[in-house]
Each structure stands twice: as C-alpha cells, then as structure tokens.
C-alpha cells in the first residue's frame, strides 16, 4: 500500500502564508474602517432620545451634574468630541479655564443641559488633551436688556456671565473646582 503525499495548503494556488496575509490586512482594514470618524459620529438626537427613554426626572442641581458629568465622559477623548462637531477652538489656552472647543450647531439660544455649546480642555507637556468641562453659551435675545440669564440648572447656584453677545455658564465637570463647579475659572486649570 502507498502513502499519500500530503500537499501543502494551497487554495488556487495561494500559499497558506500569502493566505494568512490577505486575511490579515482584510481584517486589519475591517478594524480601521471601523474606528473611523464616520463611526464616532453618533447624533445628539440619539443621545437626547436615550436620556428621554430613561424617563429620570432630575430633581436638584447634583442630579443635573452628575447626569452631565456621566453624558459627558466620551469626549474625554478630543478626537470623539470633534467627530461630533465640537471641531472649532473658539479663544485657544485661556489661562484657569483652556481650550474651549465650539460646536456650531448648537449655538441656538437655548439651554440644553447635555447639549453644551463648549467643551473645555487643556493639553499637557506631552500633547495629550485632557477634558475639564463645558460651557454654555446662550445667546441673548435683548442686547440692551440683558437683566435676566437664561434658566440654566436647578436652584440658583449657576452664576451666568455675559461675554460679548453670550450668556455663558461653566461647569467643571471634568477637574473638580475649589471655588466651586460653575464659578467661570477654575485654579486647577493651569495658566
């Protein structure tokens, strides 16, 4: 009786090595394309609508941070908060407060708790972006009566600014503020 001869692997004449590498680099553009900026683009409505399904109402004012503050974790990666708009920095490294980077689309006029116009960050000696918090900025419907801020958060612990044509309101949400969470500077940011 004879042995067979056992061939090496071989589909269509494509070695098992040059096989191993074309499922590779297949796999390999599988996971590029996946982390993609089309893929970190997920919409405000579905985040908004998320909230709404929950059906949580918020009673106080740390209900409202400590809801923003979890909303808010994915753009502690810069890279997730400019694939979904916040791609416009507004004034560069202000001292105490950073780099406060705009999203357009929602400079409306209104309030929108986890909607904020600004998210604030800063960026370390080795060019790694930190997330310390956000800003609203609401735009004034009378310039020449700006007597009332907007209705911001629960209570009346907000404290609204105006600057040029804005209200604007911090939250540090990000790196705890010793003079507290809406005061407009924080001494933990550096200057």
């Known amino acids: 009786m004879k ?3 056992i061939k090496p692997f071989s589909l269509m004449g494509i070695s098992r090595n ?3 590498f074309t499922l590779f680099i297949v796999f390999l553009a599988s996971v590029l394309i996946s982390c993609s900026k089309e893929n970190l683009d997920t919409s405000l409505q579905d985040v908004e609508s998320a909230d709404l399904k929950i059906g949580v109402e918020l009673e106080t004012t740390q209900e409202q941070l400590d809801r923003l503050t979890q909303k808010m974790r994915r753009f502690h990666n810069i890279q997730v908060a400019m694939a979904q708009g916040w791609d416009f920095d507004l004034t560069g490294n202000i001292p105490n407060m950073g780099h406060h980077y705009v999203n357009e689309d929602l400079l409306d006029g209104t309030f929108e708790l986890l ?3 600004a998210l604030l960050y800063i960026e370390d000696e080795n ?3 930190m997330f310390v918090g956000v800003e609203y900025l609401v735009l004034m419907e009378e310039m020449e009566d700006p007597s009332t801020p907007p209705e911001g958060f629960i209570g009346d612990e907000d404290e609204w ?3 040029g044509p804005f209200w604007t309101l911090h939250a540090w949400v990000g790196v705890e ?9 924080n001494s933990n940011v550096p200057e």
């Open 3 to 5: 042995s067979k001869k």
């Open 18 to 20: 040059a096989l191993n």
């Open 115 to 117: 909607k904020p116009e």
């Open 127 to 129: 060019d790694n972006w």
């Open 161 to 163: 600014t105006i600057v």
């Open 177 to 185: 503020n010793p003079d507290g969470v809406f005061n407009p500077t």
